[in-house]
């Protein structure tokens, strides 16, 4: 008699970043991992199959035995998808941060109260997230409530996991896009609830506010208090571009750092996930951490739109939470992989830069790809239930294969896990990723 | 009577850099381009297709009506591919500089002298190369005469334009990599003997030094008297790492710069193809100008393994011609499209971190894509026969669809020519450049 309780059984090689030690890639050779029909890991290690078929009594068709070159990984994670300027991607990358959200992103933003061209937006969007494996995403929308909720109906028929928001912004506003403080909380409120009302185990909301600068106390004190009585995360910015500091300062004078600005607005909470923190100094990341904040690092978007360089060694000197995000529109590439690159990359371009070079380490292949797991989760919260393949959390994972037909990756002879893993980061894409899932779900459109 | 001395015409959308302004591209709707049997470009502009016929007498057969997705650009340049390193690509992305060099390129190198090898390597890198659109490449072999000779077959079979050269060094080598001045010296005249013996118009010899330091005064005059008996470029490194720039000095005293160094060798001309150049001062960009120098940028290589950064903007200040490598294995990608991104981001970053930063534009997408093609043209002393769509140049194009199935890139109904150009730019891959052409002869294998 087989067990009803068990999906999925997988034979093979897994690569991912444990709880325990986050400065290494584990790379884990000939494991079985057993999930429950429920989606969690129920059994991750060495084994013998035979046993533990006894032992958890499942079907001999519920096995998925990986050849030599393929191996699993988790699902990647983006913290920060700003779906709404998903078309501007690519096509204005002349244009820098403060120009760039009032021409490009705002308009974008406001186009969406057409549920139509919402629609097909969302849909385009959600599959090549999904065909890229992002398996959760923090998406933030437009001030629409109905846009949120076209949204949600996709992410969950599609089965990402999706954390979506309506941005509110309720002062400092353009004509054309434009609400009230009220409508902005009600708005919310609604969103809240109709999301939680879908019983998706999948489908949370967040709150958004901007920035400090285009949102009143008012809202901020009532977002802090929702955020606090139903456990949301609020999602921010802050010190994305020089020009914004700037104004951050004048708006609020009697702050010597930025960070004080939103403490004092009681908006730095282990609930919080604050996107780019560009501009800050050592001070600022100390309160960040002390805060327990959850940092949201866009590498793509920022140098794109040339809003700074984010040095990542420093957030994770202190020991800050940080994930990655394509903040895609802003960003040119929705892949999370593209975010792993460009990360490495401007932090290698940090290190060449500094006078004392060798004290500085540029981040490493498992600290950029602990941020695209383990890391993202952590900043949105959901590290008890995903990030990596600890028994207990949901199988959220990518099949990947270096050897597919069609690959761009070339493999060699010699390649062991160790090669194949890295192939992959580096030059690997969506072909490679054969499949996704999520919660155990098989979620990858071929 | 169709005239036999017509191979192609295609009819739709071009964009490409003309000679006359390199700062702006051009997006050249309803054209139409005429290909003779030599794979000449004998007619570019708009027309009437049923005179034209008339003129040309061609097949209808021959036409190719582009889609309202699709267009052409230029073939891809790459100035300088490592191919011996090819397998190391991804791999060693924690290495620096010199403990890269010592410690993979020269060991990928050595490895060459297993024809076997080579024969696997190079079939998938130049398959690869080409399917990401590289229609030109600049190769650098290891210093095996077979090995070369090896790779020019399988450029010839493939069809693609291949400029080969075998690496020399005739001091400072390793123990298990190593030959003498006369052996460089007579190997390499084979080399070129037998590239010039093959009669492929697509077909060029290189001769390549690696480092000012690694080689003798000796082999280098003899180059120089090659270079100039023969009319063939001399392809070297300058200035990639801070440690080398040290050793140059303490090797070459007496000289203020960089490039005296290589200037008192008579190694700074119109046929020099420079790789690098990163650490140089503004002196030494006059001095590679005024002496009409090449030089080959790669920047996933510079960045990769922590070489330094190169600033384009100082070079193209200068009128230098600039031209895009790949420089791949100590860059992970073999894509000229990558070194497009990077050239921006690395130019992007440099701008960010300028006090002055409105006085400081990074490159455009104008002057990537030129470096891409007719500026590596130029670097590699090809410009008369190709690197943009002009009459009487090789007809060496990609034909790019935004729509293709499986695309990684998303259009929108609102896209122009200009948008799906620069969604390609930096969203598109090999999937989208659905056919190869060199000198007229459609070379991608699908």
Known sequence: MANANIQLVVVGNFVHISETNCQEIAYLHDHIMIVNTSGKIVFFDRGNLTDLRKEYQFNEKDILAMTSGQFMIPGLIDTRATATCFPMACTHMDKKSFDWLENCALPAEAQCFDLN????????????????????????????FDACSTLANITIKKGQRAIIGKTCMDRNSPYFYFETSNQAYESTVRLVRTLRSRVSPLLMPVLVLRLRQTTTEKLVQKFNQLSKDLGICIQTTMAQSAEEVKIAFEMFPNNKTYTSILDKASLLTPRTILAHCIHVTEEDIQLLKDRNVGVSHCPNSNISIRSGIFDARKFLKYNVNVGLG?????????????????????????????????????ISNAEAFCMATLGGAKVLGLDKRIGNFQTGKDFDALLIDCNVDNSVISTFDFDGLEEKFQRFLYAGDDRNIINVYVAGKSIKSN
């Open 117 to 144: 061209y919402t629609e097909r937006l969302m849909q385009k969007l959600v599959k090549c997230m999904v065909d890229n494996g992002t398996t959760t995403a923090c998406y933030l929308m437009s001030m629409h």
């Open 326 to 362: 394509t903040d895609i529109g802003a960003g040119y590439s929705v892949s999370i992989l593209n975010a792993i690159r460009m990360a490495i990359t401007t932090s290698k371009i940090i290190s060449i830069g500094k006078v004392k070079e060798t004290a500085y380490q540029p």
